[in-house]
């Protein structure tokens, strides 16, 4: 097998990025925008979290029992407000970025509780909330079921699209000539004073690896033992939705997240069954009742899609960021969190990397993400 960038045309890339999600993406992003050389590598695993998810940017919703985690939160999405423009601009696509907010109906007296306490957690946070009457409601989305007379809603809770967010950061990692390579990644060596990852005929020797491998990143061999797993989630999409509000609703079952051009995501599951990807009639036909429910215009029609996804679960359930020996870091296992966290998780990680401080203190890495708080571990075995 011959090494890659070692006899070529290009130079050894100072940094590779493992994993081409769009945290990955961003990380890459972030360090060439720093000066480093960056190259990355991705295998387009069916499942993975960045292409299968809702897109939510969901900072309160996400982290009413955790007020660390919603300060993180709320960091990462006031950096999604400069990077969606920026992103768009140098892709020249759209990423149908969209800030309308979250909607919380209230169904039932216990349900009126526990949207008290999220506009609680907000208020004390400095988010805004805001309590919307029958009419309120009725003008933004009519299809809500009779009998729902209030909502709360959350005007700092956003939403991407986060197939194209991810398209449009590859191709502006194209227009900064940053390679993009696709291959599975099966082992990382770290000797002589660099890195050399290798996997199914492609071998690359760089200064240092950021693996950014999502529910995949322990089959990394060489990597200190990590505790993530895959944690699938199935869900559907209808087409044909027409509300003037362009936003996310959430009920303590499902949400229902919209999309331009008239589709309405509706998830997601919560299953511990591995790498399994199959999907369960049961669990599609469940999400659909469920939105049904809410929403009685759906009630005949067919879903247009139905897919899974596996997310990266931790045991906390916190990310895993920061450093795992001297050239060796990593970025994973953000649960359903990789889309809301991944502008913060590069910024983070890029400084670190090359051995910098981050030019805010606010980007250090809180030692509630270190990997060093689970066991060390041995290095996987080959």
Known sequence: MARRNASGPRPRPDVLVVGGGLIGLLTARELALAGARVEVVDDRQEGAASPNAAGMIAPIAESIADQAFARLSI???DLWRDLAPTLERESG?????DDSGSLLPVLDPEGRKVLDRIR???LDLGEAARDLDRAELAELVPDLRPGIEEA???PGEHRVDNRLAAT???AALRQRNVVL??????????????????GNGFECAAGAVVVCGGAWTPQVHGLPALPIVPVKGQMIAFDRVDWPFTGAIRTPAFYAVRRAGGRLLIGASVEHAGFDLSLSDEVGADLATGAAALLPTLKDREPVEHWAGLRPG???PWPIVGRLSERLHVAAGHFRNGIL??????????????DQQPGDPRLAIPEVMHPGRFAAGERLSS
Do not use: F, K, N, W
Request: glycine residues 2%; without cysteine.
């Open 181 to 198: 390579h696709r291959a599975t990644v099966q082992r990382v060596v770290e000797a002589s004073g660099e890195v050399v990852t290798s």
């Open 75 to 77: 960091r990462s999405r």
């Open 168 to 170: 449009a950061a590859a």
């Open 314 to 316: 931790t045991p906390d």
């Open 120 to 122: 609680a957690r907000a």
């Open 341 to 354: 966290l991944a502008p913060l998780t590069a910024r983070m990680i890029a400084p670190l990397v090359l």
């Open 93 to 97: 696509t759209s990423i149908d970025y």
């Open 152 to 154: 709360l809603l959350l």
